[in-house]
């Protein structure tokens, strides 16, 4: 598989031409929470921070995993063994003051494995049950597309209703709730790619990309020294990062904005080289992740570059090329790219060249 090249991290001042910051009819009607945003801003300079003692680098991969739990969604981190995605995932709960868990997913694992299970008891003559490592609040799972198909779809329910159900039993899940799952791009053998359901429950789809020689030589040194996530001091409770996922949805998003997004995937579905497009949640989600985003950046309002910077993560895992495309070497990125560029922008009443 190519390398997918990274987009380029939004500017802080929108394009000429372009909707004026937080002005214009809201999409939402939703009241802004000023205080709430401010505390957004400031938890998530503090994760930066903090997560930065770990690792090194990787600056727009914090601020996208801070993206996924503040919109209650889920990460595909996508890339090659070794380049540090336990590491983040690790460091990311425990400057979040969040319960973390790990499986490493092989064909032998069973749903129970992940869900938990009901074990009886002599003593009480009854069955317990007995978590599973998704009852906590951020699950790394290594090597998803390892799992068979019926473990993967375990944790369909779990991603997308925030519950699961054992033996009939159903069991909410403690906000707040992230899976970030890992998949090798480049080795299938005896692997099980995800199907279009389970890949469209993903929010964002990161590459983490390999450090550079600077990067990697203080990698090596932070190891040396014994630096690990474990020796991070939280610097948020959940309740206040449930808190945040509050305050996010009441970021300013102008209409016209809104309509752009739609357009958006819409064209995504109309490309030539497209067989399956965009689906409507995916515009719930570049919506979605760009309020986020605007938050974890400091401002109540979101700007067009936020939706472009935003684009190609929400949607290159999402679009199904035709055969005969594929053949041509073409890639879903491709399509995003050009529709992208396509797309016209929203402008401004009354703005001219």
């Known amino acids: 598989m190519a390398e997918t090249k990274e987009p380029q ?8 031409g372009a909707v004026k910051p937080g002005t214009g009819e809201s999409a939402t009607g939703i009241e802004k929470d000023t205080a709430g945003l401010a505390d ?13 003692r770990i690792i090194v680098g990787k600056k727009e991969v914090v601020e996208l995993l801070l993206v996924g739990l503040l919109c209650e969604g889920h990460i595909l981190l996508e890339d090659v ?24 997913c092989t064909p032998d694992l069973l749903p129970g494995d992940l869900v938990g299970t009901s074990v ?27 799992a068979t198909p019926r473990t993967q779809s375990a944790l369909l329910e779990a991603m997308g209703e925030f519950q699961v159900t054992v033996d009939g039993v159903t069991r909410k899940l403690d906000p707040p709730f992230l899976v970030v799952a890992t998949q090798n791009p480049i080795e299938f053998e005896g692997t099980f790619p995800l199907p279009e359901a389970q890949l469209d429950r993903f929010l964002l789809r990161v ?9 990697e030589r203080e990698v090596v040194l932070r190891q040396v020294r014994g630096e690990r996530p474990d020796k ?3 610097v948020a409770t959940p309740d206040d990062i449930v808190r945040a996922q509050v305050a996010t949805r ?20 109309k490309h030539q080289d497209v067989a399956l497009g965009g689906s409507p949640r995916a515009s719930i989600n570049i919506f979605r992740a760009a309020q986020a985003l605007a938050a974890v950046r400091g401002r109540d309002y979101v700007l067009p570059d936020d939706v472009q910077y935003l684009a190609p993560y929400v949607l290159n895992h999402r679009i199904i090329l035709k055969p005969e495309s594929q053949l041509r070497g073409k890639q879903a990125s491709d399509v995003v790219k050009e529709v992208l560029e396509r797309q016209a922008l929203p402008i401004e009443e009354g703005a001219g060249g």
């Open 81 to 104: 063994p070794g380049v540090g995605k336990t590491m983040m995932a690790r460091s990311l709960a425990a400057t979040l003051g969040l319960r973390f868990a790990r499986v490493q």
């Open 207 to 215: 590459q983490m990309g390999y450090p550079t020689e600077g990067e």
């Open 9 to 16: 991290a939004p500017s802080s001042t929108p394009a000429r």
């Open 232 to 234: 991070l001091t939280s």
């Open 40 to 52: 957004v801003a400031r938890v998530s300079n503090a994760v930066r921070e903090s997560v930065g």
């Open 250 to 269: 009441t970021v300013h998003v102008d209409v016209d904005l809104l309509r752009y997004i739609v357009e958006l995937v819409n064209a995504t579905r």
């Open 120 to 146: 009886y008891n002599p003593n009480t003559r009854e069955f317990e049950f007995r978590a599973g490592p998704v009852m906590n609040q951020i699950v790394l799972t290594d090597e998803i597309n390892r």
